[in-house]
């Protein structure tokens, strides 16, 4: 029975604490937030989702792509169809090529993925001091403690620059980038939206939201794979229980 609990306890541990624990110890420095969607009962807290989208989309779609979502995806997320249909229209979208060989530009569709800022890297690069502006579909996922890695980035900007460091031309200090050295000017601060669901718009919460929104962006079935997580737990317990029950008879029967 204890070899039994001991797997059960290895399996919860191994299925709660995920891979971004696992990884590097930069997060010693790093803001810990507590998000609604950590832990095995984590979940999405919509209307934040829907203020980080807000975030995303008057700022950091400037500059950033998000190459892995369809508008349509938004709906998940409770805007409704009619909202995402407009959104999509909203943008423009180039199509093609048509019967003569052209492309064209057309109205978006939900299907649509979000359109790029840039043409490709190198406009990007150009445009921003030679750094490129990663995608930020699954630039939660491709830092250690993404989340709050994130959140500490965007409100760690205005420190002094320590003695001895120069930074360069074009580029900011920010103790949370590895380096010390951005080439992104601090792009949050307090009212850099006005929220549509009236909420006040500090730096603190614009970055939170936008993290929540992120997460969203890179895991959108995290809520299904949490659900099937204590699902297959459950079974596991009861099915324990069972092979339990069924060794002790067994084992009475032959004694
Ligand atoms: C004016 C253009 C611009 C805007 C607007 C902008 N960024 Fe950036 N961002 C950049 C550039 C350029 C880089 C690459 C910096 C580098 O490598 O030094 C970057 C890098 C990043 C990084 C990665 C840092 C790392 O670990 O490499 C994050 C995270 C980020 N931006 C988040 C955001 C968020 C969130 C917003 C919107 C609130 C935003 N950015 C708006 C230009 C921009």
């Known amino acids: 029975m204890h070899i039994s609990f ?3 306890a290895a399996l919860l541990l191994i299925t709660t604490t995920g891979v971004a624990h696992a990884q590097g110890h930069a997060e010693a420095k790093l803001k810990q937030v507590d998000w609604p969607f950590d832990g095995v009962f984590g979940t999405f807290d919509k209307p934040a989702i829907q203020r980080g ?3 995303y989309r008057e700022v950091c779609s400037a500059c950033h792509s998000l190459k892995r979502v369809p508008f349509r995806r938004l709906t998940d997320v409770g805007f409704s169809e009619a909202e995402v249909k407009s959104l999509a ?3 423009t979208m180039t199509d093609g090529p048509n019967d003569m060989g052209e492309m064209y530009e057309r109205p978006g569709r ?3 993925y979000f359109p790029k800022p840039y043409p490709n890297d190198n406009a990007a690069r150009a445009a921003n001091n030679g750094a490129l502006p ?9 830092r250690p403690d993404g989340a709050n890695y994130i959140y500490s980035l965007l409100t760690s900007y205005g420190h002094e620059v320590p003695e001895g460091m120069s930074i360069p031309e074009g580029a900011h200090y920010n103790p949370i ?4 050295v951005i080439k992104m000017a601090p792009p949050l601060s307090d009212d850099s939206v006005t929220y549509e669901d009236g909420t006040s718009a500090t730096l603190d919460q ?6 929540q929104f992120l997460q969203w ?39």
């Open 6 to 8: 001991r797997l059960l």
């Open 53 to 55: 989208f807000q975030v």
């Open 89 to 91: 229209a909203s943008y």
């Open 110 to 112: 939900p299907s649509d």
């Open 134 to 142: 990663p995608d930020q579909s699954l630039l939660i996922k491709s």
């Open 177 to 180: 980038m590895p380096g010390g």
């Open 206 to 211: 614009e970055a939170r939201d936008l993290v």
């Open 217 to 255: 962006a890179a895991e959108p079935e995290m809520m299904e794979r949490k659900s099937m997580g204590i699902h297959v737990m459950l079974f596991l317990a009861a099915m324990t229980c069972f092979f339990y029950v069924v060794k002790k008879r067994i084992w009475s029967d032959l004694h």
